[in-house]
């Protein structure tokens, strides 16, 4: 009987140590390094996708300005077929063709066509003797308003009357009003009513301009936004990045700046030019320009940082674009901005000297050398118009795939040779690291994760050789700035940043950040919205993917001294197929960081492993806390899970107490967790 009973003891402790693995963290609040910048918990975003219209811009209609299909970069034959059969609208791939904007439809009995005036296009339709109408369909956020502002800009050579009327796809009719247009252009403003009863999120309308018989009208322009729109921009968006305390948001690009002219996006809306996107397959509204992303980092609380067009721009544009920003209002510069709205300068003081132009899939792309001397040239002009912003230089980009370094553009000498020329003008060097690209269908998802971690545990290195040696080299105090971050793989059943993995890549990248004693600056992670991770808006509906979850850990704390830890426990190893080889990875990464005056300790701690339970047993040394402190967790042990409109908290974090006993915290991590905890002094 002993012995089944021994053998019964053994059997279950190695249960356990297949289960759980033991880590001991020691917080050493004695040991401190300089404060961090809050700036490495910066937001990127782009003008590409859904990110600014159809995302956080609160904009509802696909095509406002009613833009031919030819007019888009390339095709969207099947963006249209797939809107058809959401709306269940026969013939919108077909009346595209005819003479009708894209992404609208007519009745049968109406005749258009697609003229220009200027840099607008506008939709001219003739109703017959029997009327009829043209729709879109739309996506409303019926769950958190009922009210709509539509402001339509048209005319008609006699007197006519345009009814506009939201329908559901039954064709009951939920909300109505009328527009009487006249000879002369003019823009329009409605409020409008919806009745919601029997509306189930995500559903799906049509928003329809009926005219009369005989009726010949012209439309140039439809907007609908929900009436608690803030400035134009989607609440919901505002009020999550709001309550995350985002210190840093760099827009407007990405490769779109790198065609992008400021001017086209200030003045009136119609002073600004519609355009295709230079970079991506998307039309360029211009109804978002500086004065709007500047209000928009006013709501959220956000210091902007602005990357200039160093591709087919000019010093003197991007000059004029500082002047624009930090005039006073007596320049001419300062005059332009105070008739757009804002007499007070915006004083923005991060500029990034262009994108990615290393290179060929960027605009205006180019070599070290040249580089170089373009950096000389835009950097100069941009302190004479500001002496007192900051510049960031833009830098080679290098990837890891299969344990390869990779450069990503046509010199492998760029940082060396931007330095030689350029030395202490070149304060700061952009890194741009989207991470995951070697990974197909066919992957691993465990093994890519390991590969993941490992390239975060190579990163000091990797900073090391493409950033700190040629500075180094040129006796410049090395100044890092990765104005983009990303877990990039892109498979189907693979973890990414729209997964769990997103936040826990993160934390490491900003714990790596973090313990660089300041080499890294700023972070600025991709991106906003439906890019990257972030935030989604889908079916009308905004919802938060995990990994923004993860930057909210971090932003919404009060920390900023790095305080001294040491981690023991389980290791592992990466395989290289995917990222790179590694040893010794640890299983659990942890870091601190104590408030200014000492009031409080931000502890982050990350179970790596996809499997075991990880018992911590924290110890923080020279610090009186309160006896409970305030956890949240992250978690979830699908690396490939998401979440999505009609699922928006599959992952989503859980608040608990825990206790602390003479400096000491145990507490048990399930597999894929990220968790902070804030202790209090006493």
Request: glycine share 8%.
């Amino acid at each position: 009987m002993k012995i089944i009973k021994n053998a019964t003891l053994l059997f279950c402790l190695l249960l356990m140590s297949v289960a759980f693995s033991q880590v001991h963290i020691t917080v050493n609040n004695n040991e401190k390094d300089p404060p961090i910048s809050r700036n490495i918990f910066g937001l990127f975003t782009e003008h590409l996708g859904r990110n600014v219209y159809g995302g956080a811009w609160a904009q509802e209609l696909e095509n406002p300005e009613f833009v031919p299909t030819a007019y888009w970069p390339s095709s969207i034959e099947r963006a249209l077929q797939n809107f058809q059969k959401t709306f269940k609208m026969s013939s919108l791939v077909d009346d595209s063709k005819n003479g009708f904007a894209a992404y609208w439809e007519s009745s049968e009995n109406i005749k258009g066509r697609l003229l220009k005036d200027g840099n607008h296009y506008f939709q001219q339709i003739n109703a017959g003797d029997k009327g009829g109408y043209i729709q879109t369909g739309v996506f409303l956020p019926l769950h958190r308003t009922d009210g709509y502002e539509v402001t339509l800009r048209g005319r008609s050579e006699e007197s006519a009357e345009v009814v506009l009327q939201f329908v559901s796809l039954d064709e009951t009719i939920i909300g109505e009003t009328t527009f009487k247009l006249d000879s002369s252009w003019e823009a329009i403003k409605k409020k409008i009513s919806i009745k919601t009863i029997g509306h189930k999120k995500g559903d799906p309308y049509l928003l329809r301009l009926v005219v009369k018989p005989d009726t010949v009208a012209e439309f140039s322009r439809i907007l609908c936004f929900p009436d608690d729109n803030l400035d134009g921009w989607d609440m919901e968006v505002v009020e999550l990045l709001k309550n995350m305390k985002l210190p840093l948001l760099r827009f407007p690009g990405g490769n779109f700046v790198s065609g992008y002219h400021w001017r086209d996006g200030i003045g009136t809306i119609d002073q600004r030019p519609v355009r295709p996107n230079p970079a991506w397959n998307v039309m360029e509204w211009n109804h978002v320009g500086t004065d709007e992303w500047i209000n928009f980092c006013k709501l959220i609380k956000a210091e902007p940082m602005i990357c200039v067009n160093a591709g087919n721009g000019t010093a003197e544009e991007a000059a004029d674009w500082v002047k624009y920003c930090n005039d006073q209002a007596t320049t001419p510069m300062g005059k332009l901005r105070a008739a757009n709205g804002s007499t007070e300068p915006y004083n923005v003081k991060i500029w990034e000297v262009g994108n990615e132009l290393c290179g060929d899939w960027q605009i205006g792309f180019t070599d070290g050398d040249d580089y170089a001397r373009r950096y000389a040239m835009f950097a100069p002009e941009l302190l004479k118009a500001d002496p007192n912003i900051s510049l960031i230089a833009n830098g080679l980009i290098q990837v890891l795939e299969k344990s390869v370094l990779i450069n990503r553009g046509v010199d492998p000498e760029w940082n060396y040779k931007l330095m030689e020329l350029n030395g202490g003008l070149a304060r700061s060097i952009s890194v741009h690291s989207l991470v995951g690209r070697a990974v197909d269908n066919n992957s691993d998802p465990v093994e890519v994760w390991k590969d993941m971690i490992a390239f975060i545990e190579n990163y000091p290195g990797f900073l090391q050789k493409l950033v700190v040696e040629p500075m180094q080299k040129a006796n410049v105090e090395p100044k890092v700035a990765i104005t983009e971050l990303m877990d990039w793989s892109r498979a189907p059943g693979i973890g990414n940043v729209n997964t769990i993995s997103g936040p826990l890549w993160y934390s490491g990248i900003i714990n790596t950040c973090i313990r660089s004693k300041g080499l890294v600056e700023l972070v600025t992670r991709s991106a906003l919205m439906n890019h990257g991770g972030g935030l989604r808006k889908n079916r009308g509906i905004v919802y938060p993917e995990p990994v923004y979850w993860g930057h909210y850990m971090y932003t919404s704390q009060d920390g900023t001294i790095p305080l001294d830890v040491k981690t023991t426990g389980p290791t592992f190893n990466s395989t290289g197929d995917y990222v790179i080889k590694k040893e010794n990875i640890p299983m659990v990464d942890a870091t601190a960081l104590m408030e200014a005056e000492g009031r409080s300790i931000s502890l982050f701690i990350c179970n790596r492993d996809v499997e075991k339970t990880q018992r911590i047993d924290l110890v923080i040394q020279g610090f009186e806390s309160e006896k409970d402190a305030e956890l949240m967790i992250l978690q979830c042990d699908n690396l490939a899970l998401r979440n999505s409109w009609d699922k928006p908290k599959q992952i989503a974090p859980l608040y608990e107490k825990v206790s602390v006993k003479g400096g000491q915290i145990k507490y048990s991590m399930p597999p894929l967790s990220l968790v902070r905890i804030i202790v209090n002094s006493k």
